[in-house]
């Protein structure tokens, strides 16, 4: 009876984690997976193949890139994810005496649960997890075996393959096999190795040769957390060799769990899942769910203001409701260029719906190269690709095209797109790509950001129908104080807004202007009394 109950404990401990690890990615934080899947580009081709595996750890980095794919939909990530940690649960289990009683079933989860802690950072890459699952399956493979020669073998194929996470392997094939004085020799043989790769490959950082290339986005960038979990998990089997492990477990899980949060105890942080939730329900044109999430609690920073912003201009709220969110200041509505991954895409999907393709193509081109390991993006590139076609680049558009359809999840859209390219009467019958060029500028102009309110203002000037433009250009007047400007485009709006009645975030400014700022309460006003105090105070 007893085995029985042991039996059916051992596999749902691991099934109800494996629900746990579904859930809190796939609903509680689809927004990382959204994160990482728009940061590379799997292609389905042998030299993008060999790119990877040339360095060591290379198949862990194309297997986790493979699978990362999947993240395109929150399910398939989520239930990627959830396999993966089941797998290393059980990994883990196996390497640990008596597993099938509930302690080590139960401890077999701990570092696993470091692991998810780690991955509250966004950069942590995938193939982290896969080369420690990669090598501690080895290890229990060969578990059973006494033929230590047969590891002067594996080392060199399992540092290739996974990088510095050989040396977890080692580590548990020397407690498994019990023969200490080889395995320091073999200690040496694989330090031997990765000194070697040093001289093979002068191009890669040493640090990233001996500690592991692409377990994180940026590079030469460590965590001691990337450090604590492999220590965690070879130290545990050594523990449960011990008499007093009752009181050793509960002092490893404090002291990994208090070096988790010295590394950094900002993971999962909520302003920064926030902003990551916006740009996916962006991404979906989701518009009313991020005024939604905007109405219960917005992040007071730029990039959250661009994202909402442009939601209500989506929806044709702009200028009812713009100074009921928050509004960080002049680059609200489209922020300068900022070299890095994220901050900027409101900016370019705001060029996109506006109709200013280059500068579109300007910003979504430096998202992609700010991609700090070098990676492309599916999301950006396709943005890219929809740029060219539209300004009638159909060879530069191929070349992008090309791209996606050597993908799972962009080649449909790929051979879509390619449908399209020389076929001008497609094009402008195309519902976006149609709307952008009929909302193009009519003539070239040299991008100027500090003169961006000029250059929307001629935007819709070029084209009345542009109502977007109209929206942008008078919320710029006002995000930038000029209420005099606001008050002369006045009668762009009544002519051309389709507005029955001047909306009432208009009303509200008209009001605090007339007033000459004695109209406290109102929500332009609260705005342009907390710009004032800001500037009095730099």
Same mark, same amino acid.
């Given at each position: 009876?007893k085995?029985?109950l042991?039996?059916? *404990?051992?596999k749902s ?6 629900? /746990? ?12 997976l ?5 940061n590379?580009?799997?292609l389905f081709?042998w030299? =993008?193949?060999?790119q990877r ?13 493979? *699978?990362v794919?999947? @993240?395109?939909? &929150? ?11 089941v ?12 597993r099938?009683?509930?302690v080590?079933?139960?401890?077999? *989860? ?6 998810l ?10 193939? =982290? ?16 075996c ?8 594996? *080392?060199?194929v ?5 990088g ?8 548990l %094939? ?11 020799l073999l200690?040496? @043989? ?10 093979i490959l ?13 377990y ?11 450090f604590?979990i ?13 008499k007093?492990k ?8 404090? &002291? ?8 950094d105890?900002?993971? @999962?942080?909520?302003?920064m899942?926030e ?7 962006? %991404?979906?044109?989701?518009?009313? +769910?991020v ?8 992040v ?5 203001s ?7 201009a ?5 200028a009812?409701?713009?100074f009921?969110? @928050?509004?960080s200041?002049?680059s &609200? ?20 719906r ?6 579109c193509?300007r910003y979504f081109?430096?998202?992609q190269?700010s991609?700090?390991n ?8 396709? %943005?890219?690709?929809?740029c ?20 799972l999840?962009?080649?449909s ?14 094009i402008?019958?195309h519902?976006?790509w149609? #709307?952008? #060029?009929r909302f ?16 929307i ?6 084209n ?6 109209l929206d ?8 930038k ?7 002369n485009y006045? #009668? /762009? ?5 389709g507005?029955?009645?001047?909306p009432?975030?208009?009303? +509200? ?9 004695? &109209?406290?309460?109102t929500?332009?006003g609260?705005y ?11």
């Open positions: 009876m085995t029985i042991n039996k059916y *404990l051992n401990i691991s099934i109800l984690f494996g629900v /746990f690890i579904f859930l809190f990615w796939g609903v509680l934080h689809p927004e990382y959204n994160y990482h899947e728009q590379q580009l799997f081709s030299d =993008y193949f060999v595996v040339v360095l060591p750890g290379g198949l862990a980095d194309w297997i986790g890139e493979f *699978l794919q999947f @993240y395109y939909y &929150a399910w398939t990530g989520a239930l990627v994810l959830a396999l993966l940690f797998a290393l649960q059980r990994t883990i289990l196996y390497q640990l005496p008596d099938k009683t509930l080590p079933q139960l401890t077999s *989860l701990f570092p696993v649960a470091l692991l802690w780690h991955m509250g950072d966004k950069e942590v890459l995938l193939s =982290y997890t896969v080369s420690l699952l990669l090598a501690t399956s080895v290890a229990g493979l060969m578990k059973g006494r033929k230590w020669v047969l590891d002067i073998l594996i *080392l060199p399992m540092y290739w393959l996974a510095p996470m050989a040396w977890v392997y080692l580590v %094939r020397a407690f498994s096999a019990n023969k200490w004085k080889v395995y320091i200690a040496a @043989y694989l330090l031997s190795l990765q000194y070697a790769c040093i001289y002068p191009q890669i950082p040493v640090g990233e040769v001996m500690l592991g290339i692409n994180y986005r940026v590079p030469c960038v460590w965590h001691l957390l990337q604590v492999p220590v965690v998990i070879v130290v545990l089997p050594f523990v449960f060799r011990i007093r009752n009181i050793a477990l509960p002092v490893i899980a404090l &002291a990994a769990v208090a070096l988790g949060f010295v590394d105890a900002k993971h @999962y942080d909520k302003d899942c902003t990551l939730k916006l740009d996916m329900l962006v %991404r979906q044109s989701r518009w009313d +769910d005024i939604q999430r905007a109405e219960d609690y917005q007071k920073n730029a990039v959250s661009c994202y909402v912003n442009l939601s209500l989506m929806r044709r709220q702009l009812e409701r713009m009921s969110f @928050y509004q200041g002049e &609200a509505l489209i922020l300068p260029s900022v070299r890095d991954n994220i901050s900027n895409i409101g900016s370019a999907e705001a060029f996109f506006l109709g200013m393709v280059n500068s193509l081109s430096d998202l190269e991609i700090l070098r990676r492309k993006s599916g999301r950006f590139t396709q %943005r890219i690709a929809e060219h076609i539209v300004n009638g680049k159909y060879a530069v558009a191929q070349k992008q095209i090309d791209l996606l359809k050597q993908t999840f962009y080649r859209w790929a051979l879509e797109a390619e449908k399209y390219l020389g076929k001008e009467a497609m402008n019958a519902a976006e149609g #709307r952008m #060029r193009h500028f009519k003539q070239e102009y040299l991008f100027s950001y500090p003169d961006i309110e000029k250059m203002g001629q935007l819709f000037a070029d009345t129908a542009n109502k977007m433009a942008y250009f008078m919320g710029g007047m006002l995000l104080g000029d209420m005099q400007g606001f008050m006045l #009668r /762009f709006v009544e002519s051309y807004g507005y029955t009645v001047m009432m975030g208009y009303q +509200d400014a008209i009001t605090y202007i007339k007033s000459q700022g004695e &109209a406290y309460g929500a332009y609260n342009a009394q907390r710009m004032m105090a800001a500037n009095q105070n730099q």
